[in-house]
């Protein structure tokens, strides 16, 4: 395909997009639900297709994707996420707010969808039907990347999907798929594609996140590095700082809520990191000077405080008390995911409010930051940025909204 | 100065407005409200060296701005204005919502400054002062851009404003203007400085808008134009129709909540058209075909349906229902404010579920797009984007929000 011609075809989507999201908009819940149902019934009805599409993009790829492979188990527990996704309150057409003026003017703040979202992701074929069911859920259209080494298996989930939107009688371009596997494509969607697309949501690594950032002329919730910290205060339970710091870093090492980074106070690291080193069994452990004079570990090279490891490795540091945590996290952190430990009410809130983070902990794992941990039933991502949302990122995060003022005949003065 | 060396002065201002932000962010609501009082009080005092600013402002000025001029009762009221956004309470550290999961971790949703904010704004002195008030209203650090009219003028409004913030023993980084009228600066605005800048919002004219959302690279919270409607319905009634079109046009027509388009229900038209038309003394009238077989007036071309007048100028078209008037602004509108005129509740709901607008309203006036008539107390403008604030920003839209999470121990499973 030419450039010019892929051009062509992006737009058309785009605009298709806008109109079945204008439809979607207005559509009841119900309608959203049965056809998040019925796109769960349509994938389980297609697993041999997806199993063979996604056989052939196990066969191409030039690692082994543990994330990439599906099997019958994996497809019904996509489909069954979708369920849940159907039983989720409705988002769209809540009322957030509602007052009166003195004058009687009625104002509402209602939620409505975004609009049309675009999706960029990696090779992980889950993350299709996904981001298609949250998407509806909120009454967003969305056109769905997926990374190349699963496009194959991303198309034959789509398929799946459609069907299951028609079943439901909604327009199919509800949930579209880029079928290339060009990298253009992807600047397309970050162009916006003429406006019809209101939110990029990327999700992948450091270079989507950089492409997005340098390219995007849409606004993006993004998700920056996930470079958490567990502080262990001086007031710390010590049986609970080792439970909570080993679930932080050796639970999933590979999720974004992972803790990177353990800052311990100096007072009590002699007696403490011990114990903490013991329960992280098979973990690389990599220290300051403070930290090797107590146990012995590698060397943390100043790259090491602004890691994200996504593997068992943990960089540790001794500091001087709450006020040396915080300027630690403030200057290596990525505003995701940070906790301290300690039975110190007043330590933990000033850390709490203190710590420039989305989620900030007392005394629990930051394994913790999942949208389903924190109630929202589904989440897309966690968002890093500042604007619109926060945090884990569900249907009602995907939503705007809009005022209704009813009136009897107000003029302004 | 060369360009390198305000390249460097402009980053210079992003390091410092970010440590002034952090100290504001941490800083009692108490200490804000004084320093606001404080550069009340200030500007009142400096308002020899203001209105002196202002007369070589107004000397130099390529046409006769009323906007421009200040004298001491606008200077007056700008304090006055200060003074009511001290009162305002402070929206940071509110918990906005707060719940206990079953594993009992107790989550809660807190309010949190956004950072810093970078204001490009129009020949407005008075924005220079609400603008710093309402974002240290907020917890949030401001660099000001004024433009190049009024830039002697801002500059002596800034002077005042610092010193109310030493008084309150702020960091006089906390609200820092740019002073140069070189245009450059306003391209590193938009690049972010080094991603000191979290958030920037656009106050101008078509040009700034087009050039801020070709350049930035930073959140914008913008507002485009305001081509608002007036959709008068087969069931309004007729002296409503007539009162709240007349305001709705007239009683400013300059701002952005201002109608520009009347539609009106064709079965209707010929015996209300001729009301309203008679109640708009002074404005020209640019209809179509329809309205113009009623009425004579000017034939409406097809950029009058585009075209934010801000001007006592009425574009006027016949519909056929509901369903063609949403239609008209759903090619039209700005996504801004939009009102429906009926007895019909039906067709109220239906109006404004369906359009796609940041405010949409039933019987009352269009000019009722303000902040201050929403109770926000004050306002920096009006946001048509649908990602984080729509409609009114007024303190509490200029604000992000983080999870606290308090746990006792909680690993996750």
Redesign the interface.
Known sequence: MTSSDLHDQMREMGRAARRAA?AL??APAEQRSAAIRAMAMRLREAEGAILAANSADMEDATAHHDRLLLDAGRIESIAASLEQIAELPDPV?VEMDR?V?PNG?D?ARVR?P??VIGMIYEARPNVTADAAAICLRSGNAVILRSGSEAQRSAIAIHAALVRGLEDAAFDPNAVQIVATTDREAVGMLLSGLDGTI??IIPRGGKALVERV?REG?V?VLGHLEGICHSYVHAAA?PA?AV??V???KL?RVSICGATETLLIDREVASELLPKIVQALDGCELRGDEGARTIVPMKVAAAEDWNTEYLAPILAVRLVDGIDEAIDHI?RHGTGHTDAIITQDEDA?EKF???V??????????T??A?GG???FGAEIGIAT????A??PVGPEQLT?????????????P
Not at 400 to 412: A, E, I, L, V
């Open positions: 204008n908009a207005v057409g007052w003026r003017l104002i409505t975004i609009g209101d939110l950032s002329r606004p339970d609970m439970d909570i080993r679930n932080a639970r403030a933990a709490m409010s203190r420039d983070s989305a989620i900030a902990i007392w005394n629990a794992s394994q913790f999942d941990e924190f109630g940025g500042k604007l619109h926060r945090g705007s909204f809009k005022y209704k003022m009813r009136g009897s005949g107000q003029t302004r």
